[in-house]
């Protein structure tokens, strides 16, 4: 059974802070995902992840940066956090060919005040 | 810009009557297409893909439909059970690569 786990599933953070949002997977994967979920919106991906040290943009990256130094690991961080970045992250895995199912994570629900 | 799109919001049906969730999509690149369930507080759970080499794949009470011409899929549920109540997402991903889109979600209820 894939398991993919985030390291908080409630955070409360003040602005500007800086925020660190970690992710594990421990299939092996190649991929891995970052996403936000907002009503009326679905899930928007932020970045993603194909290899370790490697990075893609996706559609909404600004505000936010990666880092994938292990295979197993994805972090998130917000720099600067703002009250339009309140919202549900979620993170996913898969393998590294094509037509792969991703995997989620339970996801943080991040409030930013 | 959605390149995937699920234009209901919400859907009611009563238990053992049959659920149809639709989306369509943009991207003429798409060819692999997935349905999420998504329970309160929980991330997504994969239920049913389908490749655009196929028109329906069926897996127990869930079948998806691909039309390509229309790029639009469904998903039916039959029998629906109180138990389906989740939100459905569709999501679609290119030919050469894992960049997946997600549609905006249906929230789907099975009354008893």
């Known amino acids: 059974d894939v398991k993919v786990t985030q390291s908080s599933r409630y955070l409360v953070k003040r602005t500007g802070e800086k925020v660190f949002l970690e992710c594990v997977q421990d299939?092996?994967?190649?991929?891995m995902f970052w996403y936000r979920q907002d009503p009326g919106l679905g899930l928007r991906l932020i970045y993603f992840?194909?290899?370790?040290?490697?990075?893609e943009k996706g559609d909404i990256p600004e505000g936010y940066s990666v880092s994938r130094e292990k295979k197993e690991r994805f972090s998130l961080i917000l720099e600067s956090a703002s009250t339009n970045q309140t919202s549900m992250y979620l993170c996913?895995?898969?393998?590294?060919?094509?037509?792969?199912?991703?995997?989620f994570g339970p996801g943080t629900r991040l409030l930013v005040l | 810009d959605q390149q995937v799109k699920q234009n209901s919001p919400s859907l009611s049906v009563q238990e053992g009557r049959i659920s149809i969730l639709n989306c369509d999509y943009t991207?003429?690149?798409?060819?692999?297409f997935l349905w999420y369930k998504k329970y309160p507080a929980e991330g997504p759970t994969f239920l049913i893909s389908?490749?655009?080499?196929?028109d329906k794949n069926e897996d127990g009470r869930f079948t998806v439909f691909l039309n390509k011409s229309a790029k639009h899929l469904s998903l039916h549920i039959v029998p629906s059970q109180p138990g389906d109540s989740a939100v459905y997402f569709c999501?679609?991903?290119?030919?050469?690569?894992?960049?997946?889109?997600f549609g905006a979600g249906t929230r789907l209820t099975v009354k008893p």
């Open positions: 992840s194909y290899d370790v040290k490697m990075k």
């Open positions: 389908i490749s655009s080499i196929k």
């Open positions: 999501a679609a991903s290119p030919y050469n690569n894992n960049d997946m889109r």
């Open positions: 991207n003429s690149m798409f060819d692999y």
């Open positions: 996913a895995s898969s393998y590294g060919g094509t037509q792969e199912t991703q995997y």
């Open positions: 299939m092996d994967h190649e991929n």
